[in-house]
């Protein structure tokens, strides 16, 4: 049996996957293996003649030029890593080990494509630092910022937004948004976004669905929490080839499936800071809360030299009420009392409940003390009027004591003793009405 002919040692070099190429001084190419079409998307005759420093990344050039001063000099190099822009655009990450040979002036290469490995490791870690980034991040506006900045290192991301649904109301709204001139989303109906609506809507069949949108790719995945749809991440690509793999999905459901669960830990923090601060049946702030903001108030007027007022209210007939139609009809008149009283003040005042049926309010930067008094005609009016509830015309006029800054007091527990003195003051005059401190009824 004739044996087959050797194979010629240039044609072995093609039958390996890394690429074997040899390079004079300056880097140009005399020889490359075929495997550089697999690798960097040229074929050998497209390398000879040009440099390895025209198809490597611009920020690893100086870097690796020191190494080739390293090996010329007669260090041969066994792994040093660089990357490549393939003939396609996108970045392979190479494994280098190489050698300079004196005699022939040439260095001759192996490189490896590790870009696979690269990636994994580059997902990984953007796996750990999203877990990290939800369980630190304090305000919600920075996680969002924090979770767009590293799904934007591992995908090419043209736009970024986080919708949150509010199931009770059917509504979106829209607390992030980042993209390259593009118009941040309005709150509006679920019906105003189709694509959103198609996620929400698919829930639980899906929880992830790519859609073609002009000329570039998104990808909506829901924000889930205890298995109902609380939201939805959109993300918009910006690739050429912009379909997005299993493992691009696989991430951005794990990213979601953090920011659902932060977002749950801030409203239930919320909640909480929201029930230690207010009253619970009318919602207005509770007794500290509204010392804390007359507290703030003060320090802003005693720096520029302003003034601001504290009314204090009790209701007159509140009791008689109470007693006569019961607690359920007292809580709704309360609640109601509420109401009228945030509508009487600007955005910029602060009303509070102080316990029972004593209210408060603060007046934040006024011009005069006839403005104070203004405030409590209007107050007067509007409680004044009929409370309808369960089928009762009620009426519960306020007493209203006022002690403005700095006239009647220099601290918040000043003022707030001197309106409830002047409260008393008013009641004493037949109620249904105000008074300033001191005694001074009008």
């Known amino acids: 049996m004739i044996p087959a002919p050797p194979i010629p040692h240039d044609k072995l070099l093609d039958l390996l996957l890394d690429v074997v190429c040899v390079v004079n001084k300056e880097g140009r190419f005399l020889s490359v293996s075929a495997a550089s079409e697999r690798v960097f998307g040229y074929t050998p005759e497209e390398l000879i003649g040009r440099t390895t420093f025209e198809l490597m990344h611009p920020d690893d050039r100086e870097a690796t030029r020191q190494i080739v001063e390293r090996i010329t000099a007669g260090q041969p190099s066994g792994d040093h890593e660089n990357r490549y822009v393939h003939k396609q655009g996108h970045i392979v990450y190479i494994m280098w080990s190489t050698q300079w040979f004196e005699a022939e002036q040439v260095r001759v290469g192996v490189a490896r494509d590790i870009t696979a490995r690269k990636q994994a490791e580059a997902r990984q870690a953007a796996v750990y630092a999203v877990s990290a980034a939800a369980h630190s991040a304090e305000t919600l506006p920075a996680l969002y910022q924090r979770m767009h900045c590293l799904i934007a290192q591992q995908l090419p991301v043209q736009a970024f937004s986080v919708a949150l649904y509010d199931a009770e109301h059917d509504q979106l709204s829209f607390p992030y948004h980042a993209g390259d001139g593009l118009t941040a989303p309005r709150p509006a109906p679920l019906a105003a976004y189709p694509s959103l609506a198609r996620t929400i809507r698919s829930y639980p069949q899906s929880t992830a669905k790519p859609e073609k949108s002009g000329q570039s790719h998104q990808l909506c995945v829901l924000l889930l929490h205890d298995g109902t749809p609380i939201g939805a991440l959109t993300i918009r690509s910006r690739r050429s080839n912009p379909d997005f793999s299993a493992r691009d999905t696989e991430f951005l459901n794990f990213v979601a499936s953090q920011l659902a669960t932060a977002i749950n830990r801030h409203r239930a923090h919320e909640k909480l800071s929201f029930l230690a601060q207010h009253d619970q049946l009318t919602q207005l702030p509770n007794r500290a809360l509204f010392m804390d903001r007359l507290q703030g108030a003060l320090m802003r007027a005693q720096r520029g030299g302003g003034q601001l007022a504290v009314l204090y209210l009790d209701l007159d007939s509140f009791k008689q009420i109470n007693d006569t139609y019961g607690h359920a009809v007292g809580d709704h008149l309360l609640q109601q009392v509420a109401v009228r009283?945030?509508?009487?003040?600007?955005?910029?005042?602060?009303?509070?409940?102080?316990?029972?049926?004593?209210?408060?309010?603060?007046?934040?930067?006024?011009?005069?003390?006839?403005?104070?008094?203004?405030?409590?005609?209007?107050?007067?009016?509007?409680?004044?009027?009929?409370?309808?509830?369960?089928?009762?015309?009620?009426?519960?006029?306020?007493?209203?004591?006022?002690?403005?800054?700095?006239?009647?007091?220099?601290?918040?527990?000043?003022?707030m003793h001197h309106a409830d003195n002047a409260m008393f003051a008013a009641k004493r005059n037949g109620g249904a009405g105000y008074a300033f401190f001191p005694n001074d009824p009008a």
């Open 341 to 415: 009283l945030r509508q009487s003040v600007r955005e910029s005042d602060s009303c509070g409940r102080l316990g029972g049926d004593e209210f408060a309010v603060l007046l934040d930067s006024i011009r005069q003390r006839q403005d104070a008094a203004s405030v409590a005609k209007k107050i007067l009016s509007n409680l004044g009027s009929p409370f309808l509830i369960e089928g009762h015309s009620l009426t519960c006029t306020p007493s209203v004591g006022i002690a403005v800054y700095p006239e009647h007091g220099q601290s918040e527990r000043q003022l």
